[in-house]
């Protein structure tokens, strides 16, 4: 790694009474990487990510933003320029469409006019409607629509780092693909760094740069697909094996042209 | 229809702007003191459990004080307050009326806006807090632009319920001398004027009731996020606060202040002084239904400028003595130990109004019983009534001591109620009053007290020590002093005891001026 990680782990534990949940994990995020941590439920992962904004804090280790050491950093001031996605998408249901869009640029204290514009730009840049989305409330929504707003709020205040808590894993499949997709070109297009969070293995190969696999709170492997089939850990390719078998299942089922 | 043609309905509308006034007054200055407490207390404790749960069970203890001792209680507890601060400080403040009122029924609003409060915070799905925290923002940021927000329509139901307890629960502060729709049912009950107690109930049912239908419009508002619901019902409150403060709010000045406790007798003097003063050409209202241990300290205080009291209750309540004294003596020392309070004896009315025993006359003959020696013999295997102090009283245990009575069982009562119970034998005997029209009425009659057990109660003017020197006052009241026999008394108060348009207060104490005031 020639360049400093964009967002850096070292050494990283957390407890949580007994349990501990994340266990001297070092994991470095380069900058304009789409990095997915892999896990089942009680992995770690969720703890891994919250790490990386403090809305959980380590007990021992140094986790970098930037370069910075984000003890150093207020922890308000340092979730306002990270981007976060949150499971089944955590839009204020009080709130309509464009507000929970502009929530931050409002913290931030950025003028009325500037978040009217960037949340045009915004719904135009997750696909919704303008006209027929803004004013509305999260409740009028259908699942998609609600995480597509999900995104937009966490891009607006333009951050480099988007932290993704399984942004797509209430969906249908057809919405999720879509939405991953989009999401995907918007990672590249904006030039973002993402930590994506999924225990759906085929997702993370289909969507992300490298990945990262949990378990009990250790990290076991971490590389872009190719590497992980080299892995020697069971447990990784037991986790690659599922996709897998599905394409090959796949493959003899439909058949090989056509309509796809 | 006829019901409606009493006259006593129009009395009662003329009363409403004050009453009601004062109600709305006092309900509101309280409720906005009970959210001003247990709001911030509700928001600080949310994710404390300790003091939450002191907090909640405190809040639950107040709850079960019943409401008429919680406003009694105010009472002593600001008077020794106002008596610490006027030693330290030199300032005092009056105890008397508005305060004690609006701080008990505070601390009665505050269960449900402290549960209602702690249960809207603590039901938002931690997600939605977890989701602010993670946009940005900063605690205080949370819990104004998404906590708050989400947990004002549970919030706003405590507010409702504690709207409506206060309303309700305010009637029972004009003992503690703050005029109230309580007025109504106080004055009612104690001159059986039902038209009174009927139209007191109403008027505050129907308070409430608009109170909660128009906070419960702003709660649906809040809950479905319509601002229309919710603006009305604001507005609607807003007129509602304003139609009844206005008319009162010219008031300022309210001249002389008669007081009057809680029963019949008290009423038509009270008016009977009153009018004295007017006549005279001195601005006067009555305030009454003040209870009888509030009475005295709000004449001390000057809070009440005069009032008539009677000697031995004085003498037993304020001198704490329990030692029974001939008549001219216990007047003696009595005025001389109020003197010492600056309190000025004016004089008696010439009636007396004595705790005495009574029993239907034809009882009486039949068990041969005429003095209450006679009665001891036979208590064993009888009854007895008393109102609602007077077994707690010296006179009782100086009765008990002096004859050895003991009864088969006692039991407390509505004043009023006590006669019509002994004449239809509900009761074989009740302590009643010497002065009470109803004995007459009811073919009863009160045993002699050979051993002078019950020390007397002569009528007595007291005035405030404001007013010790205030001549044109003490002219204006001296034409009534000697002038009012028992017989005369107990006919006034028989016809206060009526139930038409003739045995109002008012109606009373004109034809009490009638027979006693012509040279």
């Known amino acids: 790694m020639p360049s400093r990680p964009m967002i850096g782990y070292a050494q990283i534990t957390k407890s949580f009474g007994a349990l501990k949940a994340v266990d001297d994990v070092s994991l470095d995020i380069a900058e304009g990487e789409f990095l997915a941590i892999v896990g089942g439920s009680g992995s770690g992962k969720t703890t891994l990510l919250r790490l990386a904004n403090r809305l959980i804090e380590a007990d021992s280790g140094t986790i970098t933003v930037e370069g910075e050491d984000v003890q150093n950093v207020d922890p308000v001031a340092l979730r306002r320029r990270i981007g976060y996605v949150f499971q089944s998408g955590g839009l204020f249901p009080h709130l309509s469409v464009a507000d929970n869009i502009g929530i931050t640029p409002k913290l931030l204290g950025r003028p009325a006019a500037d978040i009217a514009a960037r949340v045009d730009e915004l719904l135009e840049l997750v696909q919704l409607d303008r006209d027929a989305h803004r004013d509305r409330l999260p409740e009028a929504l259908s699942g998609g629509q609600r995480q597509r707003v999900g995104v937009a709020r966490a891009l607006a205040a333009k951050p480099r780092i988007v932290l993704m808590d399984e942004p797509f894993g209430a969906l249908d499949p057809l919405t999720r693909d879509a939405l991953g997709d989009d999401y995907r070109s918007l990672h590249r297009k904006l030039g973002l760094t993402t930590v994506m969070i999924t225990h759906d293995m085929t997702e993370a190969i289909l969507l992300a740069d490298r990945i990262a696999v949990m378990r009990s709170g250790k990290l076991l492997a971490q590389g872009t697909p190719a590497e992980l089939s080299r892995s020697s850990d069971a447990y990784v390719l037991e986790l690659l094996r599922t996709p897998r078998r599905q394409v090959a299942r796949l493959n003899t089922l439909l058949p090989q042209s056509g309509a796809a | ?519």
């Open chain 2, 1 to 519: 229809m006829s019901l409606f043609a009493d006259p006593r309905w129009g009395e009662a509308l003329a009363h409403l702007p004050d009453y009601l006034g004062n109600h709305v007054r006092v309900s509101l200055a309280a409720l906005a003191l009970g959210l001003a407490v247990s709001l911030p207390l509700a928001i600080l404790t949310r994710d404390r459990p300790a003091p939450r749960a002191i907090l909640l069970a405190l809040a639950s203890i107040v709850q079960t004080v019943p409401g008429l001792a919680l406003l009694a209680l105010f009472y002593p507890l600001l008077l020794l307050v106002a008596s610490v601060t006027l030693a330290w400080f030199g300032v005092s403040f009056s105890a008397f009326g508005f305060l004690p009122a609006v701080l008990a029924l505070a601390l009665y609003s505050m269960l449900p806006v402290l549960r209602n409060g702690i249960t809207g915070l603590n039901g938002i799905d931690p997600a939605l807090i977890e989701a602010a925290k993670g946009v940005g923002m900063t605690a205080r940021q949370s819990l104004v632009t998404v906590e708050l927000p989400l947990a004002l329509p549970v919030m706003m139901a405590g507010i409702r319920t504690a709207a409506v307890w206060v309303i309700g629960t305010a009637t029972l502060s004009t003992p503690i001398g703050q005029t109230s729709l309580g007025n109504y049912i106080f004055a009612g009950l104690q001159t059986q004027n039902w038209v009174f107690v009927l139209f007191g109930c109403f008027a505050s049912a129907l308070l409430a009731l608009a109170v909660d239908q128009l906070l419960g419009l702003i709660e649906s508002g809040l809950r479905q996020r319509s601002r229309w619901r919710t603006g009305l019902g604001t507005a609607g409150i807003a007129a509602l606060v304003a139609a009844t403060l206005v008319p009162t709010m010219g008031r300022s000045s309210q001249g002389y202040v008669v007081g009057a406790k809680t029963f019949a007798e008290q009423y038509v003097l009270s008016a009977l002084l009153r009018d004295r003063l007017q006549a005279a050409g001195l601005p006067a209202t009555a305030r009454s239904g003040l209870g009888s241990s509030v009475i005295f300290g709000a004449l001390k205080a000057g809070d009440v400028d005069l009032y008539i009291d009677y000697s031995g209750t004085l003498w037993a309540n304020q001198l704490h003595r329990t030692d029974i004294k001939p008549r001219a003596e216990l007047l003696a020392e009595l005025k001389t130990a109020l003197a010492k309070d600056n309190i000025t004896l004016l004089g008696e009315l010439g009636f007396e109004n004595a705790y005495t025993l009574v029993i239907p006359k034809k009882r009486a003959e039949a068990l041969h019983i005429r003095t209450i020696a006679d009665l001891a013999t036979h208590a064993p295997t009888l009854s007895i009534a008393g109102d609602y102090e007077f077994f707690s009283r010296p006179e009782w245990a100086a009765l008990q001591k002096a004859y050895g009575l003991s009864f088969r069982t006692q039991r407390q009562m509505q004043p009023d109620f006590m006669y019509a119970a002994v004449a239809s034998g509900e009761v074989d005997v009740i302590a009643g009053y010497t002065s009470d029209g109803l004995i007459a009425k009811y073919d009863l009659i009160a045993l002699d007290d050979p051993r002078h057990a019950i020390p007397p109660y002569d009528a007595i003017l007291l005035l405030a020590p404001k007013r010790s020197g205030d001549e044109r006052l003490q002219a204006a009241l001296k034409p009534l002093l000697g002038k009012i026999d028992i017989t005369t008394m107990r006919e006034a108060n028989l016809r206060a005891s009526g139930n038409d348009a003739n045995s109002s207060p008012d109606a009373v104490a004109k034809w009490l001026w009638e027979k006693v005031g012509k040279p």
